[in-house]
């Protein structure tokens, strides 16, 4: 199966940024799609952005568009989640997800990838 490994993730403060990092293997990259989660206490995990391995298409919740930027490397199969004009309602913990199927015909659904990473903490101060 897939295996993710996270990093990144902090503290900052309102508009500043952070990046994340999740390395993907155990899956050709041209059929992995990546995605980026994020969920705060009391509240369901939601879809933040994710991207097709095979073309590099990218996918944005509305809440990130213009702020999260998600890209990949894939010569390294890694993933990122540059996250500018950070504000306290971002905070949250974050997970990058992975799936072998592919394109999935919603990549921001949790509900289209069965591999997690472990989680980062994402932390906004006003």
């Known amino acids: 199966g897939l295996q993710l490994v996270e990093s990144g993730g902090g503290s900052v403060q309102a508009g500043g940024s952070l990046r994340l990092s999740c390395a993907v293997s155990g899956y050709p990259w041209r059929r992995v799609t990546v995605g980026w989660f994020r969920q705060a206490p009391g509240k369901e995990r939601e879809g933040v952005a994710a991207i097709y391995g095979a073309d590099g298409k990218t996918f944005y919740a509305d809440s990130v568009k213009g702020r999260f930027t998600i890209s990949q490397d894939s010569a390294n199969n890694t993933v990122y989640l540059q996250m500018n004009s950070l504000s306290p309602e971002d905070t949250a913990m974050f997970y990058c997800?992975?799936?072998?199927?592919?394109?999935?015909?919603?990549?921001?659904?949790?509900?289209?990838?069965?591999?997690w990473g472990q989680g980062s903490q994402v932390t906004v101060s006003s």
């Open positions: 997800a992975a799936t072998g199927a592919f394109r999935p015909a919603d990549p921001i659904s949790p509900h289209s990838y069965n591999y």
